[in-house]
């Protein structure tokens, strides 16, 4: 059995659009690798654009990668067998739950359905949805099973979706900004939810979010994206405590609850033009520390240590062979 329940090597997504004659091309997502173990919590964090969405996609096969590969365990998910299991075992959970549930249908069916398509239940379904219901705190569960979505809140909407993509007992789920459209409070009640549904079921979760909050209340890792790459991963509190690359610096320095330790204040320079260099660092232009070898050469992604990897030439002296 892999070390490592999820493995993706060097993914790249290429968008393309315009018409026959004039095709356009877009590098969402460029050269990503990181692993996730079993039992374990990677958010992926980074500003709106980056390439978080994209990334959850290719991981759970909405979408393909240009190039590079996914590992499920050992197995590629090109595999074709492998397809077929693949949307149970690693399930996404989306940021809004308005969407996710069709106001034609009531929780009860919501929740049942792809149960009863997949076969998961050997007794009564009503059964399984009322001990879903309970399970994701929507009780007493009879009272839920027969309601329209139109009829519960933001929050509990989401329970909801939590509650259908149990059902299918995943062993990786992706929650793609789970909380961002909820109520500050309903939103810290979801992560708790998440996290002991985690503890009970052995769970690994890749969290996106656009809040190093949220990354650091759930998460044992950081990978931290900009313009489509990682610029630095790592555990979780060595990330928030030591931040490396100068971009984690000012995700830390935005974020309205900044970790006590850095009181360091580093003046960035705000994006003026939204085109991206083409050569060199892509933070180069908002970087404070940005020297002529920084717009010249591309920096690769440089291991610190065993858990600790970063994009940044102020770095490239304490890279460490692994
Ligand atoms: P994030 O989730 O970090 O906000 P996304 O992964 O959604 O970022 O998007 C990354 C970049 O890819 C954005 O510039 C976005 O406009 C672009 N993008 C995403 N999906 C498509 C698509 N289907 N076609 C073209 N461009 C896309
Ligand atoms: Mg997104």
């Known amino acids: 059995m892999s070390k490592y329940q999820l493995q993706v090597k060097g993914i790249d997504k290429v968008f393309t659009s315009g018409s026959l004659f004039k095709k356009s091309h877009f590098k969402a997502v460029n050269n990503v690798s990181f692993h996730v173990k079993q039992g374990e919590v990677l958010a992926i964090v980074g500003e709106s654009g980056s390439g978080k969405s994209t990334t959850a996609r290719m991981i759970t096969n909405l979408i393909k990668p240009t190039s590079g590969e996914i590992f499920f365990e050992n197995t590629n998910i090109k595999d074709k067998k492998f397809q077929k299991e693949l949307p149970?075992?690693?399930?996404?959970?989306?940021?809004?739950?308005?969407?996710?549930?069709?106001?034609?249908?009531?929780?009860?069916?919501?929740?049942?359905?792809?149960?009863?398509?997949?076969?998961?239940?050997?007794?009564?379904?009503?059964?399984?949805?009322?001990?879903?219901?309970?399970?994701?705190?929507?009780?007493?569960?009879?009272?839920?099973?027969?309601?329209?979505?139109?009829?519960?809140?933001?929050?509990?909407?989401?329970?909801?979706?939590?509650?259908?993509?149990?059902g299918l007992e995943p062993e990786i789920i992706v929650a793609d900004e789970p909380t961002s459209m909820l109520d500050v409070s309903i939103g810290i009640d979801i992560m708790n939810l998440l996290l002991d549904l985690k503890e009970e079921r052995n769970?690994?979760?890749?969290?996106?979010?656009?809040?190093?909050?949220?990354?650091?209340?759930?998460?044992d890792r950081i990978m931290v994206m900009y313009a489509g790459e990682i610029v630095e991963i790592g555990d979780c509190e060595e990330v928030i405590n030591s931040p490396k690359h100068p971009y984690t610096k000012l995700l830390l320095q935005s974020s309205p609850d900044p970790w006590e330790t850095n009181d360091e204040v580093i003046d960035f320079i705000e994006p003026i033009d939204t085109k991206?260099?083409?050569?060199?660092?892509?933070?180069?232009?908002?970087?404070?520390?940005?020297?002529?070898?920084?717009?010249?050469?591309?920096?690769?992604?440089?291991?610190?240590?065993?858990?600790?990897?970063?994009?940044?030439?102020?770095?490239?002296?304490?890279?460490?062979?692994i």
């Open 203 to 219: 769970l690994s979760y890749i969290l996106i979010t656009h809040n190093l909050g949220s990354a650091r209340y759930m998460a």
């Open 276 to 321: 991206m260099p083409q050569t060199g660092c892509k933070f180069q232009n908002r970087c404070p520390f940005a020297k002529e070898i920084c717009r010249s050469s591309e920096i690769s992604i440089t291991p610190l240590s065993d858990k600790r990897e970063v994009r940044c030439n102020l770095y490239e002296k304490e890279a460490v062979t």
């Open 88 to 166: 149970e075992r690693c399930q996404m959970i989306f940021q809004d739950p308005f969407a996710a549930l069709n106001p034609n249908h009531t929780i009860g069916y919501a929740i049942g359905r792809p149960l009863q398509l997949k076969n998961k239940v050997e007794g009564s379904v009503r059964e399984k949805v009322l001990e879903l219901l309970t399970l994701v705190g929507l009780t007493p569960a009879e009272d839920f099973i027969e309601k329209y979505p139109y009829q519960i809140s933001g929050g509990q909407k989401q329970r909801v979706v939590i509650a259908r993509v149990l």
